[in-house]
Nanobody
Framework: QVRLVESGGGLVQPGWSLLLSCVSS????????MGWYRQAPGLQRELVAN???????NYADSVKGRFTISVENTRNTVYLQMSTLKPDDAAVYYC??????????WGQGTRVTVSS
C-alpha cells in the first residue's frame, strides 16, 4: 500500500511563503504524475500543480508565478513552494500520485491558513 505523507502546512500572513513536502513510501519514479490538490471549506478539491515523470509541470491559473512544484527523487519527495500567499490560498493541501491506471493515491492533507 502506497503511503503519502504531507507536511509543512501552518498559519501564515498574506504575502508570506510556505514550503509543503510530500514523502512517498514508494519510489516516486514509479508514478506517472505527482501532484498537489487543495480543498477549501465548501468547495471541491482542485488541482494546484502537478509534474510528470518527464518533469513537465502544470499549474492552476490562480497560482501561476507564485507556486512551484518540484521533486527530489532520491528522497521520494515532492515539494510545493508557495510564495506571495493570499487568503484565497487557504485550504487543506493534498498530495496525489497517479499511475496510468487507477487507483490514485492520496495523502492525509496538510492545512494552510492565510490570515493577518
Amino acid at each position: 500500500q502506497v503511503r503519502l505523507v504531507e507536511s509543512g502546512g501552518g498559519l501564515v500572513q498574506p504575502g508570506w511563503s510556505l514550503l509543503l513536502s510530500c514523502v512517498s513510501s514508494e519510489n516516486i519514479t514509479n508514478f506517472d504524475v505527482m501532484g498537489w490538490y487543495r480543498q477549501a471549506p465548501g468547495l471541491q478539491r482542485e488541482l494546484v500543480a502537478n509534474i510528470n515523470v518527464e518533469g513537465t509541470t502544470n499549474y492552476a491559473d490562480s497560482v501561476k508565478g507564485r507556486f512551484t512544484i518540484s521533486v527530489e527523487n532520491t528522497r521520494n519527495t515532492v515539494y510545493l513552494q508557495m510564495s506571495t500567499l493570499k487568503p484565497d490560498d487557504a485550504a487543506v493541501y493534498y498530495c496525489n500520485a497517479k499511475r496510468s491506471r487507477p487507483p490514485d493515491y492520496w495523502g492525509q492533507g496538510t492545512r494552510v491558513t492565510v490570515s493577518s
